[in-house]
């Protein structure tokens, strides 16, 4: 069953702490994204990727880190320098050009206090 | 930078009744997508337009695309109850391989 899969769907850290957010796709995608979303607030993008080992950063990247190993693969570490880290983070993928439609996965709600 | 514009942000409607929603871009966009996040859910994609002028129906659904490309909108006719939800327009324009959404509108029915 192809996808995008993000875990936790909870997750709840103490302020000071990094946290890594999990980000795993099988559509053999080459694009993959990483979106904050807050009320009112829309899409934000903060980091992507078009190839395996090579990113750039989004509209609001400070704060975050992102790697790219694998091509599977799309981490997004959350620094304890992000000072409004509390959201909903979602992951989407795609074909390497963005004209095409992306993926979402089913996001992480991440707590921080 | 490349804005994508939804106003307003919410809308309340009676079940039944048409539903129109509007995008605007402060550029000139390569193609126009739509995506749509249910209530506690992500977003998931509708549509991509891409000629100017292009008109497209998915069932009670109607998006078009400006003749000059840096407008778009979403019409649905007859609105029930399974259309809540938060609709999200995205604009491409090939500079930077990087979709810009707008702020969405979230759409309510009364049933």
């Known amino acids: ?113 | 930078g490349q804005q994508v514009m939804q106003i307003p942000q919410y809308q309340h409607v009676q079940e039944g009744e048409d539903f129109t929603t509007y995008c605007n871009s402060s550029t000139t966009l390569s193609n126009i997508q739509w995506y749509k996040q249910r209530p506690g859910g992500h977003p998931v994609f509708l549509i991509q337009l891409v000629k100017s002028g292009e008109v497209k129906k998915q069932k009670r659904l109607t998006f078009q695309f400006g003749e000059a490309k840096k407008n778009s909108s979403l019409h649905i006719t007859a609105t029930q109850t399974t259309d809540v939800g938060t609709y999200f327009c995205a604009g491409y324009t090939g500079a930077n391989s990087k979709l810009t959404f707008g702020k969405g509108i979230t759409l309510s029915v009364r049933p």
């Open chain 1, 1 to 113: 069953d192809g996808g995008i899969t993000q875990s936790p769907k909870y997750l709840f850290r103490k302020e000071g702490q990094n946290v890594t957010l999990s980000c795993e796709q099988n559509l053999n995608h080459d694009a993959m994204y990483w979106y904050r979303q807050d009320p009112g607030q829309g899409l934000r993008l903060i980091y992507y990727s078009q190839i395996v080992n090579d990113f750039q950063k989004g509209d609001i990247a400070e704060g975050y880190s992102v790697s790219r190993e694998k091509k599977e693969s799309f981490p997004l570490t959350v620094t304890s320098a992000q000072k409004n880290p509390t959201a909903f983070y979602l992951c989407a993928s795609s074909t390497r050009e963005a004209t095409y439609e992306q993926y979402f996965g089913p996001g992480t709600r991440l707590t921080v206090t």
